[in-house]
């Protein structure tokens, strides 16, 4: 198998922890993924010590199933495949986009450090833009990412993150009961999060 190559695979490789050291373990995920070989790394048996003591080396591939997200495969579990298509959700599944729509300000504004307010319905329509823009490029996402995005697109806006984060988890149910994108918990220093990884 080379570089660049795509693969299907349904096993990666965790570390295993004893009480004495470690050792690179077969893991199955339940379905299989697609992704491109990127690279090769070595993998080793672990014993506990200063320093320790590395044994039994073999090589795995890597092979990215998105932009964030890597997985470490035997050889022997990795079977070549088409690349795979991107993936469009249905029409119907999509949040409505805000391509070509005119977001009202409040005159005089309202907000933090005199930032003007948008309706709800125009937050939802921002949301909903940046969203499909995840989705289009496969990203791994939180709400907050969104949120910071859209803060930097548009400065003059008042955007609180709670009113963002409402509007991503209640877009996003769609897209995640459609198997195109997972919801996990994730940890972010001393607060969690959910995050959205495209399957």
């Not at 070595?42 to 092979?63: A, H, I, K």
């Not at 964030?68 to 469009?88: I, K, M, N, S």
């Not at 907000?111 to 791994?140: F, P, Y």
């Amino acid at each position: 198998m080379h570089l660049g190559e795509w693969v299907e695979f349904d096993t990666i490789v965790v570390k295993k922890v004893a009480a004495t050291g470690s050792t690179p373990a077969s893991f199955p995920l339940g379905r299989a993924r697609q992704g491109v070989i990127i690279g090769e790394r070595p993998v080793y048996d672990v014993e506990f010590g200063t320093p320790p003591m590395l044994s039994n080396r073999q090589q795995v591939l890597l092979v990215a199933v998105s932009l964030h997200r890597c997985y470490r495969v035997f050889h022997g579990d990795a079977r070549p495949t088409a690349p795979r298509q991107l993936r469009v959700p249905p029409a119907g599944l999509l949040p409505q986009t805000a391509t070509g729509t005119t977001i009202v300000l409040s005159p005089g504004g309202s907000g933090m450090s005199g930032r003007a307010t948008i309706s709800q319905q125009d937050l939802e329509l921002l949301v909903a833009d940046q969203i499909n823009q995840q989705l289009a490029s496969d990203t791994i996402f939180t709400a907050y990412d969104v949120t910071a995005a859209l803060r930097a697109a548009n400065p003059q806006i008042n955007l609180p993150h709670d009113a963002v984060r409402a509007a991503v988890h209640a877009q996003m149910e769609a897209i995640v009961s459609s198997g195109l994108y997972e919801r996990e918990h994730a940890t972010f220093g001393s607060t969690t999060a959910w995050r959205y990884v495209p399957v």
